[in-house]
């Protein structure tokens, strides 16, 4: 069975404090890794979609890169507004088309 | 414009009642889903339909019935609700069956007293 496991399970950082959120995964084989963001009361939003190993994909302070074993989501000079919820989810070639999610990282950013 | 909208944002009833769940997107969307948000967050699919025609059905007790009318609606009614069904409820759509380009709606949080 596909398994997602996230790290660390909450971060705090203060505004400008670079970091880097990690996701492992376990698949028989991987069709695509796909990062999201959740704000509290709300839907999860799409970031990336990644599909194979080296791949890196960026969008304003976030960076998304995939090994064979694991994503980071690399956040440079991080503004109060990247606090969020932050979900790791992937698609394997064996499970019928199910998506498998984390169970996230909370990510706090501070003035 | 919103993209994918749900109805109702919250349901509050008695176990033992039946409940549906509006979804529509406005997207153009072929893929719609299910999925579940319970109270620590995690976040598992229970349906996918590709052009209304069920692509996926989750280990979801059979009390949870999809019904997709058209390619824009994806509808959740529930029969016989229990305490364990309380939780947030997202629908989703995607271009295709890939999840790429995925959007949520905002939730319905059910609780059942």
């Given amino acids: 069975e596909d398994q997602v496991t996230q790290s660390p399970e909450a971060l705090r950082l203060q505004e400008g404090e670079s970091s880097s959120l990690n996701c492992s995964y376990t698949v028989s084989g991987l069709r695509g890794l796909f990062w999201y963001r959740q704000d509290p009361g709300k839907g999860p939003e799409f970031l990336f979609t990644l599909y194979s190993a080296g791949e890196e994909k960026e969008k304003e302070r976030l960076k998304a890169t995939l090994t064979k074993k694991e994503s980071f989501l690399h956040i440079t000079a991080p503004k109060p507004e990247d606090s969020a919820t932050y979900l790791c989810a992937v698609l394997s070639t064996g499970t019928a088309s199910k998506l498998t999610f984390g169970t996230g990282t909370r990510l706090q950013v501070t003035l | ?113």
């Fill in chain 2, 1 to 113: 414009d919103t993209a994918v909208s749900q109805t109702p944002k919250y349901l509050v009833t008695q176990m033992g009642n039946d409940k549906s769940i509006k979804c529509e997107q406005n997207l153009g969307h072929d893929t719609m889903y299910w999925y579940k948000q319970d109270s620590k967050k995690f976040l598992k699919i229970m349906f996918s339909y590709n052009n209304k025609e069920l692509i996926i059905n989750e280990t979801v007790p059979n009390r949870f019935s999809p019904k997709s009318p058209d390619k824009a609606h994806l509808n959740l009614h529930i029969n016989s609700l229990e305490l364990g069904d309380s939780a947030v409820y997202f629908c989703a759509s995607s271009p295709d069956e890939g999840y790429n380009e995925q959007f949520f709606g905002p939730g319905t949080r059910l609780t059942v007293l």
